[in-house]
């Protein structure tokens, strides 16, 4: 099945740097790779995706890079604020039907200091 | 707007005794699942419906059943409730691949 890997576990920054997250998967079927921001106590988000067919996309600050050559994706964060801080899930699947499930990543905590 | 509800957020049940967590959508999603999740660790899938078919996950306990009786809503029992299940329960929903969860529902167990 597939495995996910996610480091670092932790990660602070300075507000208004960037942050980066990477992702790596083991399954070369996987196309549809999610990334969830979760705050204390409440649910996870879905912040943004990429499917297998696009290497990049973006929505304001943050960014996803996907690199299916070497099965790893990024999550980029540009100009931090301290409301970005949460922990991060990056997921993989590779079924759209019946059998649709996401493996995630164990997570890793953002610290943004003011 | 709700778009995937769970019922009820806290939930407070004894060692041993039955309990069950309610979700319902509006998104009219075929996909339902059930996570649960211990604190600083990722969502641990349960099980999922695709439509009225019933998907386990190989190392989901038998205290754990599940009931969909229609699109809108999904139920997670828990026949025996120990110490160990004390969790965050999240309910999802998905139509191409896309999770949308609910807020969960923190269950305790004294």
């Known amino acids: 099945g597939e495995n996910v890997e996610q480091h670092p576990s932790t990660l602070s920054v300075q507000e208004g740097d960037s942050a980066v997250i990477k992702c790596t998967y083991s399954d070369s079927a996987s196309n549809y790779f999610p990334w969830y921001k979760q705050e204390l106590g409440k649910r996870p988000q879905l912040i943004i995706d990429i499917r297998s067919n696009v290497g990049e996309k973006k929505d304001q600050r943050i960014a996803v890079t996907l690199n299916k050559t070497a099965k790893h994706f990024s999550l980029h964060i540009t100009e931090t604020q301290p409301e970005d801080s949460a922990v991060y899930f990056c997921?993989?699947?590779?079924?759209?039907?019946?059998?649709?499930?996401?493996?995630f990543g164990k997570g890793i905590t953002l610290s943004v200091r003011p | 707007d709700a778009m995937v509800i769970q019922n009820p957020r806290y939930q407070v049940t004894q060692f041993g005794k039955p309990v069950t967590l309610s979700c319902s959508q509006t998104l009219n999603h075929n996909v339902m699942y059930w996570y649960q999740q211990k604190s600083s660790q990722a969502p641990k899938l349960l099980f999922h419906y695709y439509d009225k078919d019933f998907n386990n996950e190989a190392d989901t306990p038998d205290n754990f059943q599940s009931r969909r009786p229609n699109t809108s809503f999904c139920f997670l029992d828990i026949r025996s409730p120990g110490l160990g299940d004390a969790a965050m329960y999240l309910c999802a929903t998905s139509r191409r691949q896309e999770q949308f969860f609910g807020p969960g529902t923190r269950l305790t167990v004294l």
């Open positions: 997921a993989a699947s590779s079924d759209s039907g019946a059998n649709s499930k996401l493996t």
